[in-house]
């Protein structure tokens, strides 16, 4: 089986580069970050036409979440447990959906982004990844067994080589001790980042300005992490570049896993 994760940064307005990749890519199973549209305005058809099926939330024109299948899409879930929310009133955002896939529970994740170090988003964001793990670790205490795969888009660069230039995020988020520890603690909760030892040293996302792309100054911030059950079913891993290419590219390169 092979699963992918994509911040897609709006599936209306790249549906036609997603369903050409998902074909050309012999892809399984697709997460999908930042679709940026409400349910009523999710392009399905193109997917159902080449035989997956579709489970998406949004709710507005930011943030949403999806997962497209063609080994089947079971027991579909908006939200973790104790999942925070935002705004007044206080409301779970569009940024978590599970469904079970061929006996694999996969979550399209999008986390919050924090945007500076003294924004109220950030301690958002942290809660956000707590609860996050507080939830992944009851699944694995649950069934020891679970295969589960959280992916998508981490916000968090969890390692000083998954950014270009550590210096130019000195005061940054993404970066910092507390977005880290988070991260790691979810990972300390029994999930591998199983896509590292396959493509060391590479990117996942490219701003668009400054042109950022062609002068390879990119971070890692797109993850697949999974429990110990499906970590020992993964044969191969790989981020697609080259999709980052071209008219039209998201920001973000497809992440993708393969599984035996």
Request: hydrophobic share 40%; glycine share 8%.
């Amino acid at each position: 089986m092979r699963i992918a994760t994509w911040n897609v940064n709006s599936i209306r307005a790249r549906v036609d580069r997603v369903v050409d990749w998902l074909e050309r890519a012999d892809i399984d199973v697709l997460l999908m970050q930042e679709t940026k549209c409400r349910d009523d305005q999710f392009p399905d058809l193109p997917f159902v036409g080449l035989g997956y099926e579709v489970a998406h939330v949004g709710h507005s024109q930011w943030n949403g979440v999806a997962v497209v299948s063609r080994v089947g899409l079971a027991d579909v879930e908006i939200g973790f447990p104790g999942q925070p929310g935002w705004g007044d009133p206080v409301a779970a955002e569009a940024r978590a959906i599970a469904a079970t896939c061929d006996g694999v529970r996969v979550w399209s994740l999008y986390v919050p982004n924090g945007r500076t170090l003294d924004d109220p988003h950030l301690t958002y964001k942290l809660d956000w990844l707590a609860k996050l793990r507080e939830a992944g670790a009851g699944w694995l205490a649950d069934d020891p067994d679970a295969q589960v795969l959280l992916g998508g888009d981490w916000n968090v660069a969890p390692r000083d080589e998954d950014v270009w230039d550590m210096a130019v995020f000195a005061t940054s988020t993404h970066v910092s001790p507390p977005e880290r520890a988070a991260f790691q603690a979810v990972v300390d909760a029994g999930y591998a980042d199983v896509v590292r030892p396959y493509t060391e040293g590479q990117f996942t996302y490219w701003d668009y300005t400054q042109l950022r792309f062609p002068r390879k100054e990119g971070m890692r911030i797109d993850f697949a992490l999974t429990s110990p059950a499906l970590a020992r079913r993964v044969t191969g891993a790989e981020i697609v570049r080259e999709e980052r290419k071209g008219k039209g590219a998201s920001d973000h390169a497809p992440v993708v896993v393969e599984l035996d």
